[in-house]
């Protein structure tokens, strides 16, 4: 059985990460959504209240639901991510690429993790079309500012966000 961990902030989900995990899902027979607890980094959402909405969104476009559901677990680490891994046994890191301003930051990742544990590999999954320009950091910043943004995450999500941000 093939694991994959998909590691990020998911401050909060949007429809792009749902996007990464679908499509990583024809690869891989299980997928770990892991919440980066990071305290250094200001978030939004609670990795609580962010494993909440991951759980929600995860499993809800298709019919073959529980299915999907049962292959994708979500969970939260801290710490160095290839420890994380080597503690799951999955030897693959998921990631997305939007344009090309991610490709740099995600290679220094996908190298530096390299040199930490050479059995681990990260692979990349394209953002589409659609899911191009978004990002949690984007969509925060638009809902703060008044933009209405629920097409762009689950649909859990958008009140959500704008209860957090007292709109
Ligand atoms: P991080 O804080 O580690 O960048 P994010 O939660 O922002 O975490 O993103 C996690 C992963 O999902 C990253 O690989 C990021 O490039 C990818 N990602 C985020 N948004 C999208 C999107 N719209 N389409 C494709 N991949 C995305």
Known sequence: MTTAIYPGSFDPITNGHVCIIESGLVAFDRIIVAVLSNPRKSALFTVNERIEMIRESVGKTSDKDEVRRSRVEVDSFEGLLVDYCNQKGARVVLRGLRAVADFEY??????????????????????????????????????????????????????????????
Request: charge should be positive; hydrophobic fraction near 40%; proline fraction near 6%.
């Open 106 to 167: 995600e290679l220094q990742m996908a190298n530096m993790n390299r040199h930490l544990e050479p059995n681990i590999e990260t692979m990349f999954i394209m953002a589409n079309d659609a899911n191009f320009y978004v990002s949690s950091n984007l969509v925060k910043e638009a809902a703060k500012l008044g933009g209405e943004v629920s097409r762009l995450v689950p649909p859990s999500v958008g009140p959500k966000l704008y209860a957090k941000l007292g709109r």
